[in-house]
């Protein structure tokens, strides 16, 4: 289709007028980064002026910066506690919003080992449902010719509780993937999966992925890009197919779906899609027996052209298997979203993944910044916050959001920083998550509950004498799904009375059952996280960490021992010291329902 000169944009050559709309729209809102910051203020606080928390600190209806930045202080998610609390228990009052707080969408980050809960309202969904839109016209200009084929994505919904007020409880793309803004999307060449709405709304884990798997391999020749939310995501996929291929080929071959698959409308859906198909059954059976998995997605849906998975953060540690897996396929990172809010995209997707950086669209959210001291300490007891036209290149920042839903100057926990700029919008590298220790998939654990999960497990020593001297871990992702190692090195006071292997291994398990909700539904529902490991080592160990700490320049009066390591000497001293590994015999207890 012939593209207007008029919607020409200075990012590339559009593919199509919808495009051309989707790109002129971000030239817009990034030519005017701090104009539209303002009004996007000021319609907030003009939307919820007569909120109870906005009334609390006078702003008296006020809408300019100034004011609010002075009146309004910076918080994180505790201090907004006792008014979630007073939602989620069915105060419909005008507390944080003054339209009705819909839904809560909860975050991988938890407070006190539970869910957060981010309020929000129905008119979010719009403004994700237009980051969302804005994807695909920018991945053309990149990759051609996506509308003449398919996606293979792996999306899953997870499980959603209610609170003792009535109001779903539920992750962001659980609450995406079960709208009309989803489920009666308008079709669109350049967006087709192959995956139907019945299995990527299917709410067991084992049924959703053997059908989407499925569809894919009997669209295999169709599908031009595989994707997944996460990285860790796609490589629980290719374990799943290791794992099933035999199953996948009989159905393909014989047409009939297997008897696993109880799921009513998964199974009136494939009824459709699936006929018998001798020939593919064979080409699964003779690729997937080979002992060589290497290239395997390329060898399966051999076209390919890039793999769409977040590999920014603590994601990054998979990508040397995904290149295993993919033959080295580009990995794009398309956008950059949370629970609390969604941020921005990435304007050149196909970048290296150590290169990814996101434009924060600022039609989105009030956006400020607090700049960040990595030594951890500052001079100023009161921080200046930066607007998001005022950051500084090369220089880190937390980010902070004022939402229309009720967040206001809210510490997300992000620590980015300043890449470049996209007209007058800066561009961000996601540098980590603060305070996170360990992460496989969307669990975040951080050094105190660590320490904590160490406390209660070393319990279990008591009665043999024994003590847990040093510890310190790292999240191994080498294995399918990852899972936390913990290294111990211990005192046994009595040698004829030492904990058993048996003891080892419940306390493992004592140590996951002190572990927040996230990792323990990884464990348990969505099979996202193995069981978690501790390795003992010698005694002196920890010393002989800290000789080469110090043989490396470390200060022998501030050494401290590191309680995540993932530097490969260090890993290596380890683990050339372990004398016993022990797992974690059992699930840990893990509920959908929160704890009250």
């Known amino acids: 289709m012939a593209v207007d000169d008029a919607l020409s944009s200075p990012l590339g050559p559009p593919a199509c007028e919808k495009d051309a709309k989707a790109l002129q729209f971000v030239e817009e809102m990034t030519r005017n980064t701090d104009s539209v910051q303002e009004d996007v203020l000021a319609k907030i606080l003009t939307q919820n002026a007569e909120v109870e928390y906005l009334k609390r600190f006078n702003l008296d209806g006020v809408t300019d910066r100034e004011t609010f930045k002075s009146k309004i202080p910076m918080i994180r998610y505790d201090d907004l506690q006792p008014e979630i609390q007073r939602i989620a228990n ?10 009705p707080i819909s839904e809560f969408l909860t975050s991988s980050g938890t407070s006190a080992g539970e869910r957060k809960l981010m309020p929000t309202i129905k008119q979010e969904l719009d403004r994700r449902q ?62 087709v999966y192959t995956s139907p709405n019945e299995a990527i709304l299917c709410a067991d884990s084992f049924q959703s992925m053997y059908t989407q798997m499925l569809c894919g391999l009997l669209e295999r020749e169709q599908v031009l890009r595989v994707g997944a939310v996460f990285a860790s995501g796609l490589l629980r ?18 047409g009939m779906l297997n008897k696993e698959i109880t799921d009513p409308s998964v199974k009136d859906c494939m009824v459709k899609i699936l006929k018998p198909n001798p020939k593919l059954a064979e080409f699964v059976r003779m690729e997937c027996s080979k002992e060589n998995w290497e290239g395997i997605i390329t060898r399966i849906w051999p076209n390919t052209k890039y793999l769409d998975v977040i590999v920014t953060g603590a994601m990054a540690q998979y990508i040397p ?124 654990t951080d050094e105190a509950e660590l320490q904590k999960a160490v406390e209660n497990a070393s319990q279990l020593l008591r009665e043999f004498n024994t003590s847990v001297v040093e510890y310190t871990s790292y999240a191994d992702t080498k294995t399918i799904p990852g899972h936390y190692v913990i290294y111990w090195e211990l005192l046994v006071k009595d040698p004829a009375n030492s904990p058993s292997d048996e003891v080892l291994n419940q306390c493992c398990l004592a140590m996951e059952e002190c572990l927040n909700s996230v990792y323990r539904q990884g464990r348990v529902a969505d099979y996202s996280i193995g069981p978690l490991e501790i390795r003992v080592v010698k005694n002196g160990t920890f010393e002989e960490l800290m000789d080469y700490a110090i043989s490396r320049g470390a200060s022998i009066n501030q050494y ?13 001293l380890l683990d050339s010291r372990v004398v016993s590994k022990h797992f974690s015999p059992a699930l840990p207890y893990w509920t959908p329902e929160r704890r009250r």
């Not at 069915?90 to 339209?99: A, E, N």
């Not at 792996?154 to 659980?174: C, D, H, I, Q, W």
Request: proline letters at 7%.
């Open 237 to 254: 996929a290719i374990r799943f197919l290791q794992l099933h291929w035999r199953e996948l080929a009989d159905d393909i071959e014989s």
């Open 560 to 572: 401290k021992v590191p309680r995540c390591v993932n530097f490969t000497p260090i890993m290596e």
């Open 321 to 444: 298997t995904l290149d295993y897996y993919s033959g080295g396929l580009p990995l794009a990172c398309t956008m950059y979203a949370s629970s609390e809010c969604y941020f921005g995209l990435n304007l050149n997707p196909m970048c290296k993944p150590s290169e990814v950086c996101y434009t924060i669209m600022p039609n989105m959210a009030y956006f400020e910044f607090l700049p960040h001291n990595p030594a951890g300490f500052t001079h100023d007891s009161t921080p200046k916050l930066v607007d998001l036209a005022d950051v500084e290149l090369g220089k880190e920042y937390e980010l902070v959001i004022t939402t229309y839903a009720g967040l206001y100057r809210y510490q997300v926990g992000d620590i980015l920083r300043v890449t470049g700029f996209h007209n007058s919008a800066p561009q961000f590298h996601f540098v980590r998550r603060k305070n996170v220790l360990l992460s496989i998939d969307s669990d975040k």
């Open 90 to 99: 069915g105060d419909r009052s005008s507390i944080l919003s003054t339209h």
């Open 130 to 191: 237009l980051l969302y839109s804005l994807l695909m016209p920018v991945m053309n200009l990149y990759v051609p010719g996506l509308d003449k084929g398919k996606g293979l994505y792996f999306l899953f919904v997870k499980s959603e509780t209610r609170t003792p007020g009535g109001l779903l409880a539920r992750p962001v793309l659980t609450s995406y993937y079960k709208s009309d803004h989803f489920k009666t999307r308008p079709y669109d060449p350049y967006n």
